[in-house]
């Protein structure tokens, strides 16, 4: 600018200057971003103008870095600014946007199987419905450690399943809430002890012979699986494992007595077989023992018929009558 005093009496003009600079308004822009997060995610603000600064209402909940990155950190709001300093005598502005930060899921079961199973039996586990992106972790490979019977997909929020080995079993499930947000690791189920079905480990079913009198030795069997065993003890006048009248008490193992025989000494042996079933908490149907072998008590030798005692006598040269037992 030029102010100018012009001169007079033949004198010249006199002038003075002096510089003005006009300064731009400044202006933030206009602020875009997705305006939702996860914690722990990341979302990203912008602004149309350059050259400004970003910071958080709250570096509790979100935090923003230098270049607009946001990273959740607890459940809440926050107000994120970009200011662009003023220059030249003008003041600085700013533009606010918020952004909302969704907790993480915390799946949890509604249905699980029971502390103890069997093997092949059909298992039901079952989180939250109405979920995105469900994933089950099931351990193992499928055919040979499990088999799905339904459900299991992203979709279902379900999975019935029977397990076709023994051992602790736990299931696995994550997904993705309404919010979009998944949780950082899958929640498994409590964990359940698969049991094998009942079987017979063992047996001491070997053929004894005895004399009238005597005593054999008793015979075992040896279960395995849960539960509590139950034994019924048979015996048989023929090497078979049906048909049998029942002896015994219920024990693992039985003393064979000589009242089970109807006759002693006529050379008829006698077999026995045990059925273990399983009372409470077991898995599968009673399982039958081996046959035993032969069971056979002989008769004593007894004297029916004594030489005769009346004695005699002969002469020399003659002979004696003949003498005998029966």
């Known amino acids: ?25 400044p202006t933030a822009g206009t602020l875009s971003g997705v305006q939702e997060v996860c914690i722990g995610g990341e979302t990203l603000f912008t602004s149309t103008a350059s050259g400004g600064t970003w910071s958080s209402s709250n570096n509790a909940v979100a935090t923003i870095s230098s ?31 918020d952004v909302t930060v969704h907790a993480l899921p915390t799946p949890t079961f509604t249905l699980q199987a029971n502390p103890q199973v069997c093997l092949d039996e059909q298992v039901t586990y079952t989180t939250q419905s109405g979920m995105d992106n469900y994933d089950w ?79 054999f030795s008793p015979i075992y069997v040896v279960p395995s699986g849960p539960g509590t065993f139950h034994y019924q003890w048979y015996k048989n006048t023929s090497a078979s494992t049906t048909g049998g009248t029942p002896v015994g008490t219920d024990s693992d ?26 009372t409470s908490g077991g898995c599968g149907d009673p399982v039958t023992s081996s046959i035993s072998g032969a069971f056979i008590v002989k008769e004593l ?22 003498i005998s037992v029966t």
């Open 253 to 278: 193992s039985y003393l064979p007595l000589q009242s089970d025989f109807s006759a002693i000494g006529d050379g008829s042996p006698l077999y026995y077989y045990a059925v273990v079933s399983q």
């Open 1 to 25: 600018m030029t102010y100018t005093v012009a001169g007079t009496g033949g004198c010249s003009d006199a002038t003075a200057s002096r510089t003005i600079t006009i300064t731009a308004v």
């Open 301 to 322: 030798v007894q004297i029916t018929s004594h030489p005769d005692t009346t004695g005699g006598v002969e002469c020399f040269g003659d002979g004696f009558p003949s």
């Open 67 to 97: 270049s607009g990155e946001i990273t959740g950190v607890t459940a809440g709001t926050a107000t994120m600014t970009y200011t662009v300093t003023g220059t030249g005598g003008c003041a600085s502005v700013f533009e606010t946007r």
């Open 137 to 215: 972790s099931i351990p193992g490979d499928e055919g040979d450690e499990y088999i799905i019977i339904s459900g299991g997909a992203e979709t279902d929020h379900s999975v019935t399943l029977i397990w076709k080995s023994a051992g602790s079993k736990s299931v696995g499930i994550n997904y993705t809430n309404v919010n979009g947000c998944t949780a950082v690791d899958p929640v498994f189920s409590a964990d359940s002890n698969v049991e094998p079905d009942i079987s017979i480990d063992s047996e001491s079913l070997a053929a004894q012979t005895i004399c009238d009198g005597g005593a």
